[in-house]
């Protein structure tokens, strides 16, 4: 494995694309059109840090953790690991890296196969990469299963016997048992009642302290993002709006797409003088997106300038970044 340096990121994307051919009209001879799932998405995440990805239900957030774990095909751009392009991998070489590369997924009863009990389903990953013998493989698996909070009586069960967090325990005890340093969480509480959220997200944590966990952590609840990871990136119609320290952006949001989703987190003080800003109008379809920025349709500070030119993400990339015109006008509101 090769080494890292303090300050050299983990994962680092760079103008990642994707674009896939959409539906046509039954004319015979209409043009294609193609739909762009993400556009020139990039970021980078540190050593032991939680990284979130937020957006509406569509933009590009999972596609773009499919896309890093080359579980769906990039168009365009870079994903470096440890410095290593992961972009154009053979199968072959994925075997490999998926020892440090983990992916949890949103629905915990799919990812899980209902014909193995959910102990011989986190012993697998060790029997497919060849590590330890049968004896260790089994004590591995249950000393981790116990780690995420499942008894004993509930290792032999099989998925349709446990709760949805169970499962979710099971799944999380899957992707962690190879020891990965890379953990990417797709909408993993998105399923369950807002009790077990709770518990899963202070799991996550937990593991993070103990095991030094790096966490991509995709989600549309900004709450939860909130508690949980050190950045934020914000997803509108497949590309990042927003980048930024978590505290530092649910703080002072300065892209206006951000500051509609802050405001639209609950609050327990019934004095908070936020209030929930709506947004006129649905998100425009990725096949046929507007001039100018993406959001301009649902912006009430678009100019004629918003509506011809498409905003670059400017700032620093590790702190601060926006893509937005007015981005010091909007700073301006929220103070």
Known sequence: MTPISPDRPLLEVADLRCAYPGNTCNRLFAPRQWVHAVNSVSFDIQPGEAFGLVGESGC???????L????????????RYRGEELIGRSEADWIALRQRLQYVFQDPLGA??????????????????????????????????????????QMTKYPHELSGGQRQRVVLARALVLEPELLVCDEPISALDVSIQAQIVNLLQQLRRERGLTLL????D???????????AVMYLGRIVEMGRANELFR?????????????????????PNQRLLLPGEPPSPANPPTGCAF?????QATDRCRQQQPELEGDSRHRAVACFHAEATAREVA
């Open 217 to 220: 952590f995709i989600s549309h």
């Open 296 to 300: 301009h349709p649902r912006c009430s």
């Open 222 to 232: 900004l709450s939860v993002v909130r508690h949980l990871c050190d950045r934020v």
């Open 60 to 66: 590009g957030k999972s596609t773009t953790a499919k």
């Open 112 to 153: 899980l196969d209902p014909r193995m009990t959910v102990l011989d389903q986190v012993i697998e990953p060790l029997t497919i990469h060849r590590l330890h013998d049968r004896a260790r493989r089994r004590e591995l698996a249950q000393a981790l299963m116990q780690s995420v909070g499942l008894l004993p009586g």
């Open 68 to 79: 890093i774990l080359s579980m769906a095909r990039a168009s365009a751009g870079s994903v």
């Open 252 to 272: 002072a949001p300065r892209h206006p797409y951000t500051r509609a989703l802050v405001s639209a987190i609950p609050t327990l003080d019934p004095g908070s």
